[in-house]
């Protein structure tokens, strides 16, 4: 008896500490655009790049590849760097992510 009230008790405990943590994040989601080029400039979806999330220090965070140019990440509340990657070129875009904050942040990608 004494086993299963210990058992039950830790399985309570990560339960909260899950909900806890889940309290302090946050998601961010958005599309990846190539816009530019020659006049009239254009914008374009682009997909198969990839987004990496840096944190504080330039401390890589996440890594994910676009699915039809858009991208997701949950994470804990905090600034954050987006750095969306397309063959050669790049973009980012700085974000700040509140708990419990869903933000919708596009990253745009400069092409000459």
């Known amino acids: ?40 400039s254009r914008c374009f979806d682009q997909d198969g790049g990839t987004v990496s999330v840096f944190g504080r220090h330039d401390r890589l965070v996440a890594t ?18 987006l750095i969306a990657r397309a063959g050669d070129v790049r973009g980012q875009r700085q974000v700040r992510i509140g708990a419990g904050q869903t933000l919708r942040a596009n990253v745009v990608i400069p092409v000459p």
């Open 1 to 40: 008896m004494r086993r299963l009230l210990v058992s039950s008790l830790c399985a309570v405990a990560l339960v909260a500490c899950d909900s806890a943590s889940a309290a302090r994040d946050g998601r961010v989601s958005g599309s990846v655009r190539l816009c530019g080029g020659p006049t009239p």
């Open 64 to 81: 994910r590849r676009t699915a039809d140019s858009r991208f997701s990440f949950t994470l804990p509340a905090g600034s954050y760097t």
